[in-house]
Each structure stands twice: as structure tokens, then as C-alpha cells.
């Protein structure tokens, strides 16, 4: 009797469990085959992209008109992007393939660069002609390797996931068709990039990122905790620890954290090896209730940097974040704004303690400048704003426009409805290179932070 | 059980700190002695824009962040009144201010009475400053990443990890947005296998916005991974650049 029961019941848990099984079975196949399908359709965009790339590029190649030319860049410059979506939504993170999209990234630039100049008044340049020959040809080979990929991938019926399988397990060496395309694919790519990319694509690298403009001597590592000293309070419980950059960095650092022992708070900084400027300073230590205004904070901050060697700072942006205040200084001469030279504050409001120094900006583009002087007038630049905007604050600044070049230009800083607005106008050209739209503070959702 | 006591004590410690800034400032009424600027969030600027408001100089509204609607309409109030135009709230400022309102009551009522009114427990800031170019649902997402990333690290490693983002939204080898670089397939294991959804906690969301706001700590690495549990042998031939807690941080 029992036994029957027993049987009885052990049968209907197989039935139940053969029932459940096959449904997750099901399931597992359902969201596999969506994620499939996803890199499918990512990769089958791009190849699409790339022919529409190759095809745009030839035809403004062949444009002789310049009302045409604009758009036709501007075309290409949309194709890129999108092109270079579709390859970020590939699986391919741990394989070198980064190379591709830098050429995609090439294309987009050198396409905007060109397409947002007044080509009326300024032409393509031999060079630049050269550029774009060269990059279709690029194009060109790559598309066909895509091609090929393609091909492959819909003949044999490939799937993704067995790439993304493979790169997971890092069995990359065995036979995968789809990753040894792509490596072809890339180094058809790299192949090009040293003779490829003419002069105009070169100096789209903006800014000292290497700090070479740093004048000095390099300092020792005791030296760079000396200077540390400054920013931390080192007492004697604190264990000071100096460590070398690693073999990859392109420029010499020294990073120095130091470590109350009792407390176990721990604070660090970069400090660079030639002549030992702060790159970054951190101190992470709980901060209590706000005792002090965010002016208060602003004018230690000043004071501070004053103290550890920058010169001719004036606040920009002052934000407080809970208990902490943000600061953005930038270097003023003679009236002008240098905005690149910029240097980040960190304020506890509890006791007006300097927690946090970022001064990588600020290294990277200072430098002795020769500010020319403005060869339109203030009035002049004043009606190139639009009319609509209400000016309140007008001076001089140095900005970075969008070709990544340092220009002298007129701030506007003016309101049109219930929105501020900063505007920068060219001193010399006249030609409006910045418009920006101020933020305003974001309206809290319940339970979002 | 516990929390309960915990709780109850909070509300009463909350209670007790509300109303010192209302105790400690008789000369100027409700306003507390600091000098408001630009980027201020709190009270004071709840009755800063309150008063504006009430004189007609500020039609935005309260949320007790000083943003620029509030720093313009401090200015007209400064130059239409002959005061230094210089969008600080200072003592005279003040004292003018709140000589110009006076029939301006809110601030004193809520402060006699707190829990009178309905309207009293909303005299906290409504909003928030964000970096520009972040929303609060952009670095929510970030810190979700952070947090199952790196939540054991130092808080310098999550601020790293979290610079390593968006240094990759730079690069040009990277997708170009955060959302794509966080859901890039294969780029971080914590988006793989799951880990992104645990709810953070406040240290991640504060490293994001330091990362935001300029703080990197790896010199512009663009890759990191844990020499314990790297299942790659790719990664290891990137050039390292320093290691902040169990991360190797590299280019």
C-alpha cells in the first residue's frame, strides 16, 4: 500500500520535474537565441554601415560643388557614428580591436571637421584630399573583410555566442572564423595608420597629455612625500607609502598614500616626477554635518591653492554636494579666462578641510601664453549673439573650440526664457564657437540616490 | 526590535537640529550668518528664493538650490536696491532683503510651529546639484557599475574604476556614451554576470561624482583587472600603469 503511494508520488515529482525542466529548457533557449539575435543584427548593421561608408565616401570624393560636399560629409560623419555603435555592441571587448574604431573615430572627425567649416571660404586642401582618398581606400579594404566575415558567418551558420563562449573561456587560439575575421579585419586596419593619417588627422590630439610642457627637475621619492606633507596632515601614526608609475604610463608619477594606522583612513595623491606637481590629491575621511558656508569653503579652497603654488586663480563653478563643496578654478591674466587651465577643489564642510585636489586639466594645457588682442570690438562680437539672449556678464576668455584649438573670445553669459546661457564669440573671426546651456539643478525623484 | 529605538531617536535628533539655524540668527530674522553663493544647497536658499519670490525678482521655483535663475534674480534685486552687484547673498544683501520683505512670513511661521502646517517637513531642498551632462539616472547607472565591480576596493579604487568609464566614453576605440560603455558585451564582469543590478550604496555614488567632476586616479587607463581572477592572458600584455587595491589599472 505505501509502496503504491510512495511510487505513486515519486512518479508524478519525475513527471512535474521532466515538465519543469523542459520549460527552463525552453526559456534558456528563448533568451539565448534573443541575445543572438541581437549581435546579429549588430554585426549585420555594421557591415551594412561600412558598404553605405565605402559607397558615401567615393561620392564625395567625386563632388566637385561645395553646397554639396557639406552634406555629403555630414553624411559620413552620421554613417561613423553609427557604424561605431554597432561595433561596440559586438562582443569582441577582449580582442584587440580597437584599432577599427579609432579608424571609425578618424573618419568621424576628419568628416566633421571639414563639414562644419564654411567651405565657401575655405576649401579642401590638397592634403586634405589626400586624407579622404586614403581613408576611402581603408574603408574600402575593410569593407570587404567584413564582407568576407559575412559571408562565412551565413554560410556556416555561426553564432555569436559560440565567440563570445570562446573568448570567455579564453580559447582564443582555436579555430573561430568570425574572430579570425575580425583580426584580419584589424590588421588590414593597422596596416594603414601610419601612412594613412595626413596631417590633418595628427593634431586632433588635443592638449599636453603627456605634460611634457612641465619645466623642472625630476624629484626623488622622498621629495614627492614631502610634498605630499602638504596636502595631508601626516602625524606619526600614518604609514607614508611612495610607489613608481608602472611601465605603461607615459609620463613619470609618483604615487604617495598615506595611512592612519589607528584610524585606518587612508588618503593618496600623483604627483609628477618632473619638478613634483600635484596631478591628483584624495583624502576619503567620513565628513560630518555641514558647519561652514560653501563661501567660507570657496575662500580656504583660494587660500589653499594659493598656499601650494597656483597663481592668479578665480572661482567658476561652486557646487555643494551634500556635506562637500566642488570648486572649479581657473587661471585669470590680465582679465582674460584661461578656461582650459583648470583646477578642481574639494571643500568638507564640516571643518573647511581640503579633501580632494585635480589638477590634471591644469597641467596639461598651462603654459606661457602671448594673449594677442581681440581685433573686433566688443559691440562687434555683442551683435553676433542672437537677440533673443538677454546679456548680463560680458569679458574675455581663452577656450577650446571644437577643432581642439585655443581661441581668444568674448563671453557672453545672458538669459533667454528661463534659460542662462554662455556664449563664446570669437575675438578675431567674429565666428560663434561655443554656445552652451547652463544646468540647472535636477528636481530629486523619490528614492532614485 | 532594534530599529525601532534607532529610528525614534533620529526623528527626535532630526527635531532638535531643524530648528538651530532659526535659534541662532536674530539680526538678520531667519537667515543663518553665512555669506550664500552660487552652487549652495539648503535653508537659507529656500528663504533666499522664498523672499526673492515675494519681491518678484525670482518666478522659478523654490527647491532650495542656489542655481542661476536664483543667481540672476539676487543681482536685479542687488542692482534695482544700489547694492555691489555681485550675486553673493552677504550680510547686507541680507539685511536689505529682508528689510524689502518684510511682510514676507513663511520662514518665521514653519520655524514657531513645524508641524503646523503641511507645507513644513517640504522646507528641505527639492533638489539637487548634478555635474553638467549627468543626470541623477546617469550616475545612478554608474555607481550600479561601480558598486558590483568594485565594491571591496578602497574608496580611490571605485573613484578609479569609475574614471576608467569614462575615460572610455573618450577614447575613440569606446563606445561614446556611458550607458553603452557599461553594456558593451564582455567589457565588465559585473554586467555579465548580473552583479550590476545590487542596489549601491551612498560611497559609490560619491566616487562617481568625484570621477565626474575631474578626480581620475589611474593617469588615463582605459583597462583594469584583477591579476587574482583574470581569466585572460590578453590583458596582461597591456602596459600597467599603477595598481590601487587589487586592481591593475593599464592602458
Same mark, same amino acid.
Given at each position: ?27 534558456? $533557449? ?33 563632388? $566637385? ?70 581613408? *576611402? ?93 602638504k596636502y595631508m ?17 607615459? *609620463? ?15 588618503a593618496?595623491m600623483d ?6 606637481h600635484p596631478i591628483w590629491f584624495m583624502n ?17 579652497a583660494?587660500?589653499f591653492l594659493?598656499?601650494t603654488?597656483f ?5 567658476? %563653478?561652486?557646487?555643494? *554636494?551634500?556635506?562637500?563643496?566642488v570648486f572649479?578654478f ?8 584661461? *578656461?582650459?587651465?583648470?583646477v578642481k577643489v574639494k571643500v ?6 581640503i579633501v580632494g585636489v585635480s589638477a590634471e586639466?591644469y ?82 525623484? %523619490?528614492?532614485?540616490? | ?213 575631474g578626480w ?36
Amino acid at each position: 500500500m505505501i509502496r503504491g503511494i510512495l511510487i505513486g508520488v515519486l512518479a508524478i515529482a519525475i513527471a512535474g520535474t521532466a515538465y519543469w525542466g523542459y520549460q527552463e529548457h525552453q526559456e534558456k $533557449n528563448a533568451v539565448l537565441l534573443n541575445a543572438e539575435n541581437n549581435y546579429q543584427r549588430a554585426f549585420h548593421n555594421l557591415t551594412y554601415r561600412m558598404d553605405l561608408l565605402n559607397d558615401k565616401i567615393g561620392t564625395t570624393l567625386a563632388m $566637385n560643388s561645395r553646397s554639396s560636399l557639406s552634406p555629403s560629409l555630414i553624411e559620413v560623419w552620421r554613417l561613423t557614428s553609427q557604424a561605431h555603435s554597432d561595433v561596440g555592441q559586438l562582443p569582441l571587448t577582449l580582442l584587440p580591436f580597437n584599432k577599427t574604431e579609432e579608424f571609425l573615430a578618424n573618419i568621424g572627425n576628419f568628416s566633421y571637421r571639414t563639414a562644419a567649416r564654411d567651405l565657401d571660404k575655405e576649401p579642401l586642401s590638397e592634403q586634405e584630399y589626400e586624407t579622404l582618398k586614403s581613408l *576611402y581606400k581603408q574603408s574600402g579594404q575593410i569593407q570587404s573583410e567584413l564582407r568576407k566575415v559575412q559571408h562565412m558567418v551565413l554560410k556556416n551558420n555561426l553564432r555569436w555566442m559560440d565567440v563570445e563562449l570562446a573568448l570567455a573561456s579564453g580559447k582564443e587560439n582555436t579555430d573561430n572564423t568570425i574572430i579570425d575575421g575580425f583580426k584580419t579585419v584589424e590588421k588590414t586596419v593597422s596596416g594603414y595608420e601610419e601612412t594613412a593619417q595626413g596631417l590633418t588627422l595628427t593634431n586632433l590630439q588635443k592638449k599636453d597629455e603627456n605634460y611634457k610642457k612641465i619645466k623642472g627637475k625630476s624629484i626623488t621619492k622622498q621629495e614627492a612625500a614631502d610634498i605630499a606633507k602638504k596636502y595631508m596632515k601626516i602625524d606619526d601614526n600614518a604609514d607614508v607609502k611612495v610607489t613608481k608609475n608602472g611601465k605603461g604610463s607615459d *609620463y613619470g608619477f609618483y604615487s604617495v598614500s598615506v595611512r592612519n594606522n589607528q584610524t585606518g583612513q587612508e588618503a593618496s595623491m600623483d604627483i609628477t616626477k618632473k619638478a613634483g606637481h600635484p596631478i591628483w590629491f584624495m583624502n576619503n575621511r567620513p565628513i560630518d554635518k555641514q558647519a561652514i558656508s560653501l563661501n567660507d569653503a570657496n575662500n580656504k579652497a583660494l587660500a589653499f591653492l594659493k598656499e601650494t603654488g597656483f597663481k592668479d586663480l578665480e572661482t567658476f %563653478e561652486s557646487f555643494q *554636494y551634500d556635506n562637500v563643496g566642488v570648486f572649479n578654478f581657473v587661471t585669470t591674466t590680465n582679465g582674460v579666462r584661461i *578656461y582650459p587651465e583648470s583646477v578642481k577643489v574639494k571643500v568638507a564642510l564640516d571643518n573647511g578641510d581640503i579633501v580632494g585636489v585635480s589638477a590634471e586639466d591644469y597641467l596639461k594645457s598651462f603654459q606661457t601664453r602671448n594673449l594677442d588682442k581681440p581685433t573686433i570690438t566688443l559691440e562687434d562680437a555683442r551683435k553676433k549673439v542672437n537677440p533673443n539672449l538677454k546679456v548680463m556678464e560680458d569679458r574675455l576668455a581663452v577656450v577650446i573650440n571644437d577643432l581642439n584649438e585655443e581661441v581668444l573670445c568674448y563671453e557672453f553669459l545672458g538669459t533667454m526664457g528661463e534659460d542662462t546661457y554662455r556664449i563664446f564669440i570669437n575675438a578675431k573671426t567674429g565666428m560663434e564657437e561655443k554656445v552652451d546651456k547652463l544646468k540647472n539643478a535636477e528636481n530629486m525623484y %523619490e528614492g532614485v540616490l | 526590535m532594534l530599529k525601532k529605538p534607532i529610528l525614534i531617536n533620529l526623528l527626535i535628533l532630526s527635531l532638535l537640529i531643524t530648528p538651530i539655524p532659526f535659534v541662532k540668527t536674530n539680526q538678520v530674522q531667519a537667515f543663518s550668518g553665512q555669506v550664500i553663493q552660487h552652487g549652495a544647497v539648503g535653508t537659507d536658499v529656500i528663504e533666499l528664493q522664498e523672499r526673492l519670490k515675494h519681491l518678484g525678482f525670482f518666478t522659478g521655483t523654490v527647491d532650495g538650490v542656489f542655481g542661476w535663475r536664483t543667481y540672476w534674480a539676487l543681482r536685479n534685486f542687488q542692482y534695482e536696491f544700489g547694492l555691489p552687484i555681485d550675486g553673493m547673498a552677504g550680510p547686507n544683501t541680507k539685511a536689505k532683503l529682508v528689510k524689502a520683505s518684510k511682510n514676507y512670513k513663511a520662514g518665521n511661521n514653519s520655524a514657531a510651529k513645524p508641524n503646523a502646517k503641511p507645507q513644513a517637513p517640504a522646507k528641505k531642498p527639492t533638489a539637487a546639484n548634478t555635474p553638467a551632462g549627468f543626470s541623477q539616472n546617469d550616475i545612478r547607472l554608474m555607481a550600479n557599475a561601480v558598486h558590483g565591480e568594485s565594491r571591496g576596493e578602497p574608496y580611490i579604487g571605485q573613484v578609479a574604476v569609475a574614471a576608467v568609464i569614462l575615460n572610455r566614453v573618450q577614447s575613440a576605440s569606446f563606445p561614446n556614451t556611458v550607458s553603452g560603455v557599461i553594456f558593451e558585451p564582455g567589457a565588465f564582469t559585473a554586467v555579465a554576470d548580473g552583479q550590476i543590478w545590487l542596489t549601491p550604496n551612498e560611497t559609490s555614488k560619491k566616487a562617481v561624482i568625484d570621477a565626474i567632476n575631474g578626480w581620475d586616479p589611474t593617469g588615463e587607463a582605459l583597462y583594469y583587472f584583477n591579476p587574482a581572477t583574470a581569466t585572460s592572458g590578453w590583458i596582461w600584455g597591456r602596459p600597467q600603469i599603477k595598481k590601487i587595491g587589487q586592481h591593475i589599472f593599464c592602458k
